[in-house]
């Protein structure tokens, strides 16, 4: 049996999983990467999707982080992700209305305001989630 | 010697003095789980991030210098001390540990030839120190509109204003001043170095066995992104400590106001016993030699 690859997924609010698994496919800024066993060392910054664990070639669990990084090296991938959620405890209803509140609040503050980039990036981040959960 | 009357408020008063501290001592214990809690939390967090850091800049090529946020300006001239502390008091001594230390680091910088600013954050450090060193004030903090434990958006705010300031130019070297928690007896003030970035000692450092990272998009671009997440990543652990703490020192110093309250009340009630006793005697001798000269 050939030796598996230590996971870890933390954000700054817990670590959402560690453990030894087969196959981990994520989404880096310049294309989505699998990693397996003895990859060589690579470091990248992460964009908004989804983090896909594989087992066996069946996905095990699909996790959605927002940013971050993931740190590949001889002990196994680290991934820092600025949040992340476990996609099977999302409930689809609640995401869209904290979409279409996040919209109305970028809508109210308009453009220029100064919190526009963040509701922004608020949104962005929820629109990607809403795709994410549906498929 | 006070009439039974003034002994039995002073009772009165010192018996809910004792309800507020009692009340307060949970209260604090309540929150300190809590904030014991998310310090737990957000400890992984910090700790890979730490080791990322640390590989990072293990692997920097000689010679390349990096961005200035990890190799600093070329100087240490300008210091800017960072000083953390609570927004209330009756904590026991858990802010003035914190005062101490920052007077120590800024007497010892300015004693080197230094130019010292302070920014503070927490309203009790600022009070304690806008005594002595209000001209090298250049801001502060409030904490008070932190709800819970989430200081994610209050450690963000602060990691922004100190890399801004720090871009600008206006300091070579930030120190961060804050309250380490050990234990629940024990918080210890610690001075930690925040801008240039340093991995900490104790943080593992994985063996590439030979090999050389690959980077995507590139170590510059990586580093630049990387470097003020863990500016803030440090600035809310720290937070995150200082608040466990506070609750900590609060529950303390609550629970010997409690029990000092306690002694208090035993011995105010010996006294008016004792007073009301005499009292007594006072007036059988009265009646007794009263009865006798008819």
Redesign the interface.
Known sequence: MASKLHF?L??????LFSGEVDHVIAP???GEFGVLVNH??????LKNGVVRVLENDTTRMRLFVRGG?A?V???GL?I?AEEAVDLSTVDAAKVDAELEDARNKLAAEGKEGPHAATLKAQVDYLSDLKSAVVN | MPSLKDLKNRINSVKSTRKITKAMQMVAAAKLKRAQDAAAASRPYAQRMASVVANLAGSMGEGSSGPKLLSGTGSDQTHLVVVLTSERGLAGGFNTYVVKEARRLIAELAGAGKTVKILTVGKKGREQLKREYSELFVGHLDLSEVKGNDYSEAGIGLGKEITGRFESGEFDVATLVYSQFKNVLSQVPVAQQLIPAQAPENAETIDLKGATYIYEPSQEEILETLLPRYINTQIISAMLESGAGEQAARMTAMDNATRNAGEMIDDLSMEYNRARQAQITKELIEIISGAEAL
């Open positions: 870890s933390v954000s700054p609010a817990k670590e880096g800024t310049e060589a060392p690579f470091m990248t910054t990084f740190d090296t001889p002990a680290t820092l």
